[in-house]
């Protein structure tokens, strides 16, 4: 497996931060409607990806993210989860509830990113609503 993230879909379209987050959730939702929960975190993220191309959405599938600190670059193995036309980063959960920690990291992948918009879709829920969290810079 190589370490370079994969990129699919082309920049045609221009999107804003709501309508992205608007499509991924219905696309979220249709995954789990079909799936279910109870699957791993790649499951869904393939799945994901998949429901966000046909949508002729360019998304980016596991984005590496360095860290810079005091001018030197660290590659530190961050990935974000799925990065949505460049504007919108996407973090995969299967747990039994989101935690204050998975809002602290997605802060952290918007402020190192330098994006200002990201959604927490965790699939381990009955109605995959009750496991979505979405924050803004």
Do not use: W
Request: charged share 25%; aromatic share 6%.
């Amino acid at each position: 497996m190589t370490n370079e993230p994969r990129r699919h879909g082309g920049t045609e379209k221009t999107f804003n931060d709501s309508d992205l987050t608007d499509l991924i959730i219905r696309s979220a939702i249709e995954v789990h409607r079909t799936l279910g929960p109870g699957l791993l975190e790649s499951a869904y993220e393939e799945c994901l990806c998949y429901e966000l191309l046909l949508h002729g959405t360019p998304i980016e599938q596991q984005k590496p993210l360095p860290l810079i600190y005091k001018g030197l670059r660290l590659d530190c193995g961050y990935r974000m989860d799925i990065v949505v036309a460049e504007r919108v980063v996407v973090e995969l959960k299967c747990v039994e509830k989101i935690l204050p920690i998975h809002e602290a990291q997605l802060l952290t992948y918007l402020k190192l990113s330098g994006l200002r918009t990201g959604l927490i879709l965790n699939f381990h829920t009955h109605v995959l609503k009750d496991g979505i969290k979405r924050l803004v810079l």
